[in-house]
């Protein structure tokens, strides 16, 4: 069955970088779009970017534009999050997202890996 | 950026009844393709989200037939029917006809 596990959370200093991975499983990685949804602590859940299931099409939050890039590797079975600059208002647990049918509909979710930006 | 909103924030059911969220978008959630891209999900404690309803009231896989969903335009609800305990959760609202995607604030299912 599909599995998503999401790595590479910790704690982060202001302003520093940090890259999250999702390593899928389950089903052919290539064939599907995937997201990453973020929830900061005892809030509601944010959407934070798309990519298309070959990597060429991405979307972003307002929020995080021009400093979290989405990539993936499809010889990896690996979706990553690349979070520069980061602010204190990126704490949150953040999921990855494989979509359902179409890259619209997120479909099964990782359990979720948590990034703290303190310093 | 659409902006979904959900009501009530909170809903407290009696086991064995029903319950009904109502999510309102901004703008309407027709897709140039003509899908209406309006999803459910519920997020028990200390859980991941779990996908329950698509594009407006197809149901997820193994989600049981007490969850339906309905609405068109920008106007849409999730009906639980027969609310059991393991219903408590936090529903979700979520737009992804329009980039960005956004979600609804949650409403939290509780019972009384």
């Known amino acids: 069955q599909v599995q998503l596990v999401e790595s590479g959370g910790g704690v982060v200093q202001p302003g520093r970088s940090l890259r999250l991975s999702c390593a899928a499983s389950?089903?052919?990685?290539?064939?599907?779009?995937m997201h990453w949804v973020r929830q900061a602590p005892g809030k509601g859940l944010e959407w934070v970017a798309v990519i298309g299931y070959d990597g060429g099409k991405k979307y972003y939050a307002d929020s995080v534009k021009g400093r979290f890039s989405v990539s993936r590797d499809n010889s990896m079975n690996t979706l990553y999050l690349q979070m520069n600059s980061v602010r204190a208002e990126d704490t949150a647990i953040y999921y990855c997202a494989k979509s359902y049918l179409v890259a619209a509909i997120l479909g099964s979710w990782g359990q979720g890996t948590l990034v703290t930006v303190s310093s | 950026d659409v902006v979904m909103t959900q009501t009530p924030l909170s809903s407290p059911v009696t086991l064995g009844q029903s319950a009904s969220i109502s999510c309102r978008s901004s703008?309407?959630?027709?897709?140039?393709?003509?899908?209406?891209?309006l999803s459910w999900f519920q997020q028990r404690p200390g859980q991941p989200p779990r996908l329950l309803i698509y594009?407006?009231?197809n149901r997820f896989s193994g989600v049981p037939d007490r969850f339906s969903g309905s609405g068109a335009g920008t106007d849409f609800t999730l009906k639980i029917s027969r609310v059991e305990a393991e219903d408590v959760a936090v529903y979700y609202c979520?737009?992804?006809?329009?980039?960005?995607?956004?979600f609804g604030q949650g409403t939290k299912l509780e019972i009384k």
């Open positions: 703008q309407s959630l027709v897709h140039s393709d003509g899908n209406t891209f």
């Open positions: 594009k407006i009231s």
């Open positions: 389950g089903f052919t990685f290539s064939d599907f779009g």
């Open positions: 979520m737009q992804a006809t329009h980039f960005p995607h956004t």
